[in-house]
């Protein structure tokens, strides 16, 4: 396959000085796919999310949200009452992954029994072996 001169200015994330890594290093980290989920949903509080995201630490919950807002992807509003209320919510281009994430969770959901038969399967045989 020949290339064009399009191909060479197109981000190659093969290649490890990318920014398109980056990208995908958030939206592929289980935390930050859980977040937006829920935030496409509606807003909430941070210890709403805590309660409803089984198993994230608050310190995890706190960084992801932190990248997640630095990357454009949801916004954090902070409200003027004792103790201070913060909200966050998904902002526009994380909007935009709405569709991808609840397509892999479709798939997840769909292909679930099939990837455990299959570790079940390279189990034994490596147990075998």
């Excluded at 000085?17 to 935030?39: E, F, M, N, S, Y």
């Excluded at 509606?42 to 999310?49: A, E, H, T």
Aim: with cysteine.
């Amino acid at each position: 396959m020949k290339l064009g001169p399009a191909d060479a200015k197109r981000p190659n994330p093969y290649d490890a000085q990318c920014p398109t890594r980056q990208i995908l290093d958030r939206i592929g980290d289980k935390w930050a796919v859980l977040v937006l989920g829920r935030l496409a949903e509606g807003p909430v509080r941070f210890n709403q999310l805590r309660r409803e995201i089984e198993g994230i630490s608050q310190k995890m919950l706190s960084q992801t949200l932190r990248e997640l807002e630095r990357d454009g992807l949801i916004h954090r509003a902070a409200f003027a009452t004792v103790p201070v209320t913060v909200e966050y919510s998904i902002a526009p281009l994380g909007q935009t992954l709405v569709a991808p994430i609840e397509a892999l969770s479709r798939w997840a959901e769909t292909h679930m029994a099939d990837v455990i038969a299959a570790r079940l399967r390279y189990d034994r045989a490596l147990q075998a072996a």
